[in-house]
C-alpha cells in the first residue's frame, strides 16, 4: 500500500477500480461551480487534483457554509453571520436532496482514474455523505429532547461563538438575533409534527429539558447569557454601540423570552403527559427503532457492527477491565472485594475535591504537564493552544464533567470545558484521565493537528469519522501512562475506572436501544463497573438516551488503534518509532477504521524500507499495562 499517513509529498497516479474490477475513464464534463463554490474552491478542495472531484468538493462545502452558518462561524468564515440556517421540516427535505445529489455525483466518480490521495478522500466523501442521510428514518428532530441541545444551550452559546470586534459584527449578531424566535418556534413546530405520529422522547430526558427551560426563564433577563454583548463594552464608539446594543436587549426581553415560554408550554403541557415511562427509553420502545439504532451504529463507527456483537465486545471488555481494578485496588487499599473498591473510590470524601477553584486548577496543571511532554511523543504539533474553561452553570447540573470544542481558526483556542458544578461529587483520582483525554495528548492534539494540515480538503481538516475521533482519545488516555503524565497509582485507577466507563458503554447502548433496557437497568450496570459519581453516571445515561450509538464509537476506536499498533511494534521490532506511528495515525484527518489501516500499513511498509537506525529509542515501545 502508498505511503498515506502525512499527505505533504505529491502521490503518483494511480487508477481507480470500479465495483467489476475495470477501470473507467475521467468524465469529460466537469460541472460549473456556483460563485459561491468557486469562493470557497481551494479551501474545499486541498490537494486533490481530479476536476470533476475538486468541483464536487467546492459545491458540497459552499452548500455545507450556507445551510450551517453557525458552523461556518465557528471556523473563522464571516461569510454568513447574519444568519442562523433554517431547520424546518421541508427545509431539512430539501437540504437531504441536495446531499443525494451530491452522493450520486459521488458514487459516478468512484471508478475514474485519479491519484490514491484523491481516490481516498472521495470514499471518505461518499461515507460523510451516507453517514449524513443515513439518520433520516430516525426522524429525530420530531421527537428528540436532549438537554445537550436544545434552544437554552444552543442560543446561549451563540455570544461565546459570534465574537463582537467592529460595529458589523454587533449588527450581525442583532441579525440573529431577530432570528431566534422564529428558529424556536419551528423546533415547537417539529416536535407537534412528530407527536401527531405518537412520536415522543422518554419522561426524564423531557422533564430535564423543561427544568433547564424554566430555570432560565425564571433567573433576571439581565444574568441571561444572551444578553452579555447587549452589556458589555465593545472597543468601538458608542454612538454606533448603543442602538444595537438596545436592540439586542429588546430582543431577549421581548421576543425571545417569550418564544422560550411558548417552547416551556409545549414541553409542560403536551409533551411531558405523553412521554416514554423509564422502561421505554429508547430507540427499541419506537417503530423506527430497529432501522434507525442499526444506521446509527453504522454511522458512529464506519463497521458493519450489529447491536448483540457490540454487546457481547463490551462484556468482554468490562471483564477484563474488572480485574485490572481489583488488583490495583488491593495495592491501593487492601481490599480483595472489587464492590468495595468501587465503594471507597465512590464514596471516600477525601478522594474528592473540595472546591470549584480545585477542579479547575487540577485541569490546568494536567494540560500543562501534557503540553510539556508531547514533543517527545509525536513528530506533527498544532500550533493552535487549548485552554480550560469552565461549563457554564446553566448547562452544569445537566451535562456531563466535561467537553473539548475546536479552535476557530485564527480567533480562538481550542478549549477544554469542565464541569465544576457539586465539586465534592468530583474525584480527585478521574481528573488526569479526564484532562488527558479532552485536551492533550487527547482531542486538541487530533483536530486541531488535523485543521493545521494544509494538504486536506475542507471536509477532512474540519469533520470526519466519530469512531477515530473518540477512539483517539482514549488511546491516549492509556498512552498518557506511557508517557508518564500520571502521579500517582490513585490517579491510575482513574485511568482503569474511565476505561471500564467506556466499555461499560458498549454494553448500556445497545441494551438500552436494542434490548430493550429501563434508565435504572443502565445506572446499575454502570455503578457496578466503574467508579464513577452517582451524578455523573445518571447524566451519562440520559445522555446514551438522547445520543444514541454515540457511546458505542470509542471503545470501538481504540481497540483498532492499539490493534494497529501492536501489529506495527510486532513488524517492525526496536525499527518502530512510537513519533513515525502516530504521526502516521493523525497525519489524515478523522477516517474510517479502514483507511486509518491503509494509513499505518502503508506507513510500516515504508519503515521496513528505511535503514536502520543506529541507536534504539529508549521510548515507544507499548508498556505492558497497554490495553
Known amino acids: 500500500m502508498r505511503w498515506f499517513a502525512l499527505l505533504l509529498t505529491p502521490l503518483g497516479c494511480a487508477a481507480a477500480t470500479a465495483p467489476d474490477g475495470n477501470v473507467a475513464s475521467a468524465p469529460t464534463e466537469i460541472p460549473a461551480l456556483s460563485e459561491l463554490a468557486t469562493r470557497f474552491a481551494d479551501e474545499a478542495g486541498g490537494s486533490v487534483q481530479h476536476p470533476a472531484v475538486r468541483a464536487l468538493l467546492a459545491d458540497q462545502w459552499a452548500f455545507m457554509l450556507e445551510t450551517a452558518p453557525l458552523f461556518a462561524t ?31 455525483r459521488a458514487r459516478a466518480l468512484a471508478g475514474t482514474e485519479m491519484s490514491y490521495f484523491d481516490s481516498t478522500t472521495l470514499t471518505l466523501f461518499i461515507e460523510e455523505l451516507e453517514s449524513n442521510l443515513s439518520s433520516a428514518p430516525c426522524r429525530f428532530s420530531e421527537w428528540s429532547l436532549s438537554a445537550r441541545s436544545n434552544p437554552v444551550t444552543q442560543w446561549n452559546y451563540l455570544p461565546t461563538l459570534h465574537t463582537v470586534k467592529i460595529s458589523a459584527d454587533l449588527t ?16 415547537i413546530a417539529n416536535l407537534r409534527s412528530g407527536a401527531k405520529d405518537g412520536l415522543f422522547a422518554n419522561a426524564e430526558s423531557t422533564r430535564r429539558v423543561l ?72 430507540l427499541a420502545a419506537l417503530p423506527l427503532g430497529e432501522a434507525c439504532y442499526a444506521a446509527r451504529l453504522r454511522t458512529f463507527t464506519t463497521l458493519p457492527l450489529d447491536a448483540k456483537t457490540v454487546h457481547e465486545t463490551g462484556l468482554a471488555e468490562i471483564a477484563r477491565i474488572d480485574a485490572a481494578m481489583a488488583s490495583l485496588g488491593k495495592t491501593l487499599f487492601d481490599l480483595d472485594d472489587r464492590l468495595e473498591v468501587l465503594k471507597k473510590l465512590r464514596e471516600s470524601p477525601e478522594l474528592h475535591f473540595d472546591t470549584a477553584e480545585a477542579v479547575e486548577a487540577k485541569a ?16 506533527i504539533l498544532p500550533k493552535a493552544d487549548c485552554v480550560v474553561t469552565r461549563i457554564p452553570d446553566y448547562e452544569a447540573p445537566f451535562t456531563t464533567i466535561a467537553y473539548y470544542r475546536q479552535p476557530i481558526p485564527g480567533a480562538k483556542p481550542g478549549e477544554y470545558f469542565i464541569n465544576v458544578h457539586a465539586p465534592t461529587t468530583r474525584p480527585r483520582y478521574e481528573a488526569e484521565a479526564l484532562a488527558f483525554h479532552e485536551s492533550i495528548p487527547g482531542h486538541h492534539l487530533q483536530i486541531a493537528i488535523a485543521q493545521e494540515l ?68 443502565a445506572k446499575a450496570f454502570m455503578r457496578e463497573h466503574t467508579a464513577l459519581a452517582e451524578n455523573n453516571i445518571d447524566n451519562e ?46 497525519g489524515g484527518g478523522a477516517v474510517t477504521l479502514s483507511v ?9 511498509e515504508s519503515s521496513m524500507r528505511k535503514r536502520t537506525p543506529k541507536k534504539k529509542r529508549k521510548k515507544g515501545v507499548a508498556s505492558s499495562s497497554a490495553p
Open 172 to 187: 450581525n449578531l442583532v441579525a440573529r438575533y431577530e432570528k431566534i424566535p422564529g428558529a424556536i418556534d419551528t423546533h
Open 541 to 586: 445515561v440520559d445522555r446514551y438516551i438522547v445520543w444514541p450509538g454515540q457511546a458505542v464509537a470509542y471503545k470501538t476506536g481504540q481497540m483498532e488503534i492499539w490493534r494497529l499498533r501492536r501489529a506495527a511494534e510486532s513488524a517492525l521490532g526496536h525499527r518502530f518509532d512510537v513519533r513515525g506511528f502516530h504521526d502516521a495515525v493523525l
Open 211 to 282: 427544568e433547564m427551560v424554566e430555570r432560565q426563564l425564571k433567573a433576571p433577563v439581565e444574568e441571561w447569557p444572551l444578553m452579555a454583548p447587549a452589556l458589555a463594552e465593545h472597543g468601538f464608539p458608542e454612538a454606533e454601540r448603543a442602538p444595537l446594543q438596545a436592540r439586542l436587549r429588546t430582543l431577549v426581553e421581548g421576543d425571545i423570552r417569550a418564544a422560550l415560554v411558548r417552547y416551556r408550554d409545549l414541553i409542560k403541557e403536551e409533551l411531558l403527559p405523553r412521554a416514554r415511562p423509564s422502561d421505554a427509553t429508547g
Open 454 to 521: 494544509p494538504a486536506l480538503p475542507a471536509f477532512r481538516k474540519h469533520m470526519g469519522m466519530t469512531v477515530f475521533v473518540e477512539g483517539w482519545a482514549l488511546y491516549t488516555e492509556q498512552l498518557s501512562d506511557e508517557m508518564g503524565l500520571y502521579t500517582r497509582d490513585l490517579d491510575r485507577m482513574g485511568m482503569h475506572s474511565f476505561e471500564a466507563w467506556r466499555a461499560a458503554r458498549l454494553v448500556v447502548d445497545t441494551g438500552i436501544h436494542a434490548f430493550n433496557w429501563s434508565r435504572d437497568q
Open 364 to 379: 490546568e496543571s494536567s494540560l500543562a504537564r501534557a503540553k510539556a511532554a508531547i514533543p517527545e511523543w509525536f513528530g
Open 74 to 104: 465557528q471556523l473563522g468564515i464571516h461569510t454568513f453571520d447574519d444568519k442562523i440556517g433554517e431547520a424546518s421540516l421541508e427545509a431539512e427535505a430539501k437540504q437531504r436532496e441536495t446531499q443525494r445529489a451530491y452522493l450520486d
Open 596 to 604: 486509518l489501516g491503509q494509513q499505518v500499513d502503508s506507513w510500516v
